[in-house]
């Protein structure tokens, strides 16, 4: 499985972000998809994930602003963040696991500017 990630950018505290992570290769047999960040000095954070069912979670502290999504169509995972903050800022990298194997894209920038 490949992953192409982007969507990553400046923005502003308050605005909004979509994120976008397209896989390739044999994506019909991935478990699950999702999206960590990782901020220098901080331990990586799995912020999103969305299941083969179709479930997703998320960690409480997100209070609600991510939301992950995906259109089978487009074999791509898109992340919406809504209600940006400085503290989000971080390199997103999107992740496809399969059983025990996880494949990563690469890393993709979000600036949130206070």
């Known amino acids: 499985v490949q992953l192409q990630a982007s969507g990553g950018g400046l923005v502003q505290a308050g605005e909004s972000l979509r994120l976008s992570c397209e896989a390739s290769?044999?994506?019909?047999?991935?478990?699950?998809m999702g999206w960590y960040r990782q901020t220098p000095g901080k331990q990586r954070e799995r912020v999103a994930t969305?299941?083969?069912?179709?479930?997703?979670h998320y960690p409480p502290s997100l209070g609600g602003r991510f939301t992950i999504s995906r259109d089978s169509a487009k074999s791509t995972v898109y992340l919406d963040m809504n209600n940006l903050e400085p503290e989000d800022t971080a390199v997103y990298s999107c992740?496809?696991?399969?059983?025990?194997?996880?494949?990563w894209g690469q890393g993709t920038l979000v600036t949130v500017s206070s």
């Open positions: 290769g044999t994506t019909d047999i991935i478990d699950d």
């Open positions: 969305l299941r083969s069912d179709d479930t997703t």
């Open positions: 992740f496809a696991r399969i059983l025990a194997r996880y494949f």
